[in-house]
């Protein structure tokens, strides 16, 4: 008899487990030893975008890699998708009674690490790599946040779409986003394997979101690392002076012939820019 009471107790105390871990937005794996990092990948990214940089980094860190629900393996949420991550994110990091980790975003990751610190979280270092605190007004000239809703034509579209058309879309965006076909196969892969309503109002939620403004709330130093395709080192130098004009204070580099992925394009150069920041 209290060897059936044991096991019903292992398996409350599992299935409680099990039930916490998925009221997380996300998954997180953790590797090494030493002052907490964080780091947040992409839109449609896995953790694995990380590899390489977690290769080094944990020998000296310990690396928080997360993979964002709807992504790869992890389950899907209800809308509003970004703002969850989000707040799960500052719960996470409340939990674990970390003291100023630093944060490093790639993309819609920067956005988010940006984010976080707006909201007047307070971070060791943020580094943002080819990230801007306004995707929305980027890709819009005219530009409002209240213009990115979900009920849309084209998110409807999106939603609709076959399967074989969205791999076609996915293929042609992976290919301008990495210089190697591997790479860019990667990426594809990524994006197909997303959940679909994922993809399109998680995406909603990132054009959506608009700090400009609020990067002067912004208190923790901020690296960035920015690539320089497609447009050229000119082009992108421009995009960042206009768009984080309100940041009192940061450094960038510019990985001048690299794509989106500059973990990918330019290995050395970003694991040395990277390490350089953090030794800063």
């Known amino acids: 008899?209290?060897?059936?009471?044991?096991?019903?107790?292992?398996?409350?105390?599992?299935?409680?487990?099990?039930?916490?871990?998925?009221?997380?937005?996300?998954?997180?794996k953790v590797t090494g030893e030493g002052d907490p990092i964080l780091l947040f990948p992409g839109f449609t990214c896995t953790g694995d975008?990380?590899?390489?940089?977690?290769?080094?980094?944990?020998?000296?860190y310990e690396c928080h890699v997360f993979t964002f629900s709807g992504f790869g393996d992890v389950p899907a949420i209800e809308k509003p998708w970004l703002p969850k991550i989000k707040d799960g994110i500052i719960?996470?990091?409340?939990?674990?009674?970390?003291?100023?980790?630093?944060?490093?975003?790639?993309?819609?990751?920067g956005a988010l690490a940006l984010?976080?610190?707006?909201?007047?979280?307070?971070?060791?270092?943020?580094?943002?790599?080819?990230a801007l605190p306004s995707t929305g007004a980027?890709?819009?000239?005219?530009?409002?946040?209240e213009y990115m809703v979900y009920d849309s034509p084209y998110n409807k579209q999106l939603v609709a779409?076959?399967?074989?058309?969205?791999?076609?879309?996915?293929?042609?965006?992976?290919?301008?986003?990495?210089?190697?076909?591997?790479?860019?196969?990667?990426?594809?892969?990524?994006?197909?394997?997303?959940?679909?309503?994922?993809?399109?109002?998680?995406?909603?939620?990132l054009l959506k979101l608009d700090l400009r403004e609020d990067l002067a709330k912004i208190s923790s130093p901020v690296t960035i690392l920015a690539a320089t395709e497609p447009y050229g080192i000119d082009v992108a130098k421009s995009t960042y002076d206009i768009q984080y004009k309100a940041l009192a204070e940061y450094s960038i580099?510019?990985?001048?012939g690299s794509s989106h992925f500059i973990m990918y394009d330019q290995p050395q150069w970003f694991i040395e820019n990277l390490k350089k920041a953090l030794n800063n």
């Not at 975008?49 to 000296?60: F, G, M, P, S």
């Not at 890709?139 to 946040?145: C, E, G, H, N, R």
């Not at 190697?180 to 196969?185: D, I, L, R």
């Open 253 to 256: 580099e510019f990985a001048n």
């Open 161 to 205: 779409m076959g399967d074989a058309d969205f791999e076609a879309m996915a293929q042609q965006m992976a290919n301008s986003m990495a210089k190697e076909k591997s790479n860019q196969e990667t990426i594809k892969k990524w994006m197909i394997q997303a959940d679909r309503e994922t993809y399109v109002y998680g995406y909603t939620d």
């Open 115 to 130: 984010w976080m610190a707006a909201d007047g979280n307070s971070y060791k270092e943020l580094i943002i790599v080819d």
């Open 49 to 60: 975008v990380w590899n390489e940089t977690v290769k080094e980094l944990a020998k000296t």
């Open 138 to 145: 980027l890709m819009m000239p005219d530009f409002k946040s």
């Open 1 to 28: 008899m209290k060897t059936i009471k044991n096991l019903l107790l292992t398996l409350l105390i599992l299935f409680s487990l099990s039930i916490a871990a998925q009221d997380k937005p996300f998954d997180v």
């Open 91 to 109: 719960e996470y990091i409340s939990e674990k009674n970390f003291n100023n980790p630093t944060l490093i975003g790639h993309s819609l990751g």
